[in-house]
């Protein structure tokens, strides 16, 4: 009866890893995508500002789906589309800016 109880303890625990671990990748991406907005990727990097914004779209979808290994999948990949929108958009910004004149 112990066994029983602690066999099922456990698989309710890894039941509950699926649902969690999506959880915190879909809040980590969904962070991502709004620092690369704050840079200005819809205008700096189109290509992977659109492409974090569909894989985090399909994560979204998986999880719906309860294919939660999908939809962590996805989601990490909308998190490293939007950082490196984020980054190219911060570079964009850092050399269109006009140089500032020097106090001589």
């Known amino acids: ?6 066999l099922l303890t456990v698989a ?3 039941a509950a890893c699926g649902p969690v671990k999506t959880t ?4 980590d991406a969904e962070v991502q995508i709004q620092a690369a907005r704050t840079a200005g ?3 700096e990097a189109p290509y992977e500002w659109t492409a974090a914004n569909l894989y985090l779209q399909k994560a979204r979808e998986e999880v719906g789906y309860s294919d939660y290994q999908a939809g962590v999948d ?3 990949k909308a998190a490293r589309f939007a950082n490196e929108a984020r980054e190219k958009s911060m570079a964009a910004a850092g050399t ?3 140089a500032r004149p020097q106090n001589p």
Request: charged share 25%.
């Open 1 to 6: 009866m112990k066994r029983l109880s602690v």
């Open 12 to 14: 309710g625990a890894l």
């Open 24 to 27: 915190a990748n879909l809040l």
């Open 41 to 43: 990727a819809e205008k």
């Open 74 to 76: 996805f989601a990490v």
């Open 96 to 98: 269109d800016a006009p």
